[in-house]
């Protein structure tokens, strides 16, 4: 698998996320030049869990990015369909549930967490747009989304090199450091091929979300998506 299309067969997806699971974490802080760090802290001071909140972390990988739920003394819930990915994190933080899901049919009730996360995994989801609804059919009344992804820088010389990066330079690296770097390729052109921050918004708002807003990171390189369910 290494073009990027709307048309993500969910084996495939997952089968790339097994191959790269290893050293995911190490490949990522090296691609990201150590933004990545920044980026979680802002997403967990977005979430803003509280002790006894229930925090769903969807495309979790192997829980890193679920840790800062879990030592505000929330309970967080790591989930991901690359059992990959759910192995090494299990290896890693043995006390964390991790549980297996696919985005678009999630195995949890309604109404059940106060707030549902997805950092850098939404552009991978087959259906976005169902991923939307389910994250909204699990969160209680009250409760929140919060959504980190590659977008659109909104400087244009910025844009140009930021381009540039992601084709030219990140699969070279990533065959320095990956363990499969033929899966940067195609996250590399899925990050090329996804909707820009108004356009997330509007499906955010579809999918029944309100109060829906985006906050850039690093120049909209990255950002972060908020909304709310109404009680």
């Known amino acids: 698998m290494t073009r990027a299309s709307l048309d993500k ?3 495939e997806v997952a089968s790339m996320f097994d191959d790269v699971a290893e050293r995911y974490d190490l490949t990522n802080d090296v691609l990201s030049l150590g ?16 002790p006894a909140q229930k925090v769903l972390d969807l495309a979790a990988g192997t829980g890193t990015s ?10 967080v819930v790591p989930c991901d369909f690359s059992q990959g990915m759910l192995k090494v994190g299990k290896q890693r933080q ?5 549980t297996a899901g696919d985005a678009t049919r999630l195995p949890f ?3 059940t967490f106060d707030a549902v996360t997805i950092s850098f995994g939404l552009r991978n989801v087959q259906d976005t747009d169902a991923a939307l609804r389910e994250m909204y059919r699990v969160t209680r009344p009250g409760g929140r989304v919060v959504i980190c992804e590659f977008s659109h820088p909104t400087w244009a010389p910025l844009r140009t090199v930021y381009t540039e990066y992601l084709m030219r330079a990140l699969p070279p690296v ?9 899966a940067y390729v195609y996250l ?3 990050i090329r091929a996804w909707p820009d921050q108004p356009a997330l918004a509007e499906r955010l708002g579809k ?3 309100s109060r829906v807003a985006w906050r850039n990171l690093s120049g909209g390189i990255v950002a972060l998506h908020r909304g709310f369910k109404e009680s």
């Open 9 to 11: 067969q969910p084996h």
């Open 35 to 50: 933004q990545d760090r920044r980026w979680r802290k802002e997403v967990a001071k977005a979430v803003d869990a509280r």
């Open 66 to 75: 679920s840790l800062p739920f879990a030592r505000t003394g929330a309970y």
């Open 94 to 98: 043995p006390w964390l549930p991790y």
């Open 109 to 111: 009730r309604d109404d």
């Open 174 to 182: 990533a065959r320095a450091v990956s363990s499969s770097p033929d």
């Open 188 to 190: 590399a052109e899925s």
């Open 207 to 209: 999918a029944g979300w």
